[in-house]
């Protein structure tokens, strides 16, 4: 069974640009959820998307936005970038929301320059 | 303000030599509690859930334990391989919402 995939897997960008993560969750998983990772913060909760609805949310600006579509594959948007937007942004999906086990992907690095 | 810590930052055993790594938190319904592993460059990989305090769950080496305000992840006899981060996290009643600790990471000698 295939893992949680994520792409791409390195990114690099300069302030002001935006920028789109993609995250394809293992097949039959319906519930996505998307964390940055930081040394100085750790991980932090982004989102979490279930039938393609955004079900929670964590304490980020609206610069962080994202959507999952109907086969359940989810995309993470962060406009306007700034440095400290650097990080490693995690996606992890599981069978449903209620379900508390989550599989990781390998993460995208974002490096804002 | 709901917080999960996690203690030591950093540990550094010689083989063998077994050791406990520490999840304390403050969360108002705790829904459950997790462990997950963490090498270099790669996703957390999910090791354990623990609902309520008294349960104890068991994987090779590893044995992580629940009170009412903390859990333990011990680690009998480890290995080299057994190198990495370990994050704990809590998925809190009233929101679902997940949060992690920084981590322990955790390196093994040879």
Not at chain 1, 41 to 65: A, I
Request: charged share 20%; glycine share 8%.
């Amino acid at each position: 069974k295939a893992g949680v995939t994520q792409t791409p897997r390195y990114l690099i960008k300069t302030r002001g640009q935006q920028v789109t993560l993609s995250c394809s969750p293992i097949s039959g998983h319906r519930s996505v959820s998307w964390y940055q990772q930081t040394p100085g913060q750790g991980l932090q909760f982004l989102f979490e998307y279930f039938s393609e609805t955004q079900r929670n949310k964590g304490n980020f600006p609206g610069r962080f936005s994202g959507r999952q579509f109907s086969n359940s594959r989810s995309e993470m948007n962060v406009s306007t970038l700034e440095l400290g937007d650097s990080a490693l942004y995690l996606c992890a999906s599981s069978p449903s929301s209620s379900y508390n086990e989550q599989f990781f992907g390998p993460g995208t690095r974002l490096t804002v320059l | 303000e709901d917080q999960v810590t996690q203690s030591p930052e950093a540990l550094r055993l010689q083989e063998g030599e077994s050791s406990s790594l520490n999840c304390s938190y403050t969360v108002s319904g705790l829904r459950g509690l997790f462990w997950y592993r963490q090498d270099p460059g790669k996703g957390p990989e999910f090791l354990f859930t623990l609902y309520s305090a008294g349960e104890e769950k068991e994987k090779e080496r590893l044995k992580a334990t629940l009170t009412k305000k903390e859990s333990f992840l011990h680690i009998t006899a480890p290995k080299p391989e057994d190198s990495a981060t370990y994050l704990c996290a809590v998925r809190r009643n009233r929101d679902d919402k997940i949060i992690f600790g920084k981590g322990t990471r955790l390196h093994i000698l040879p």
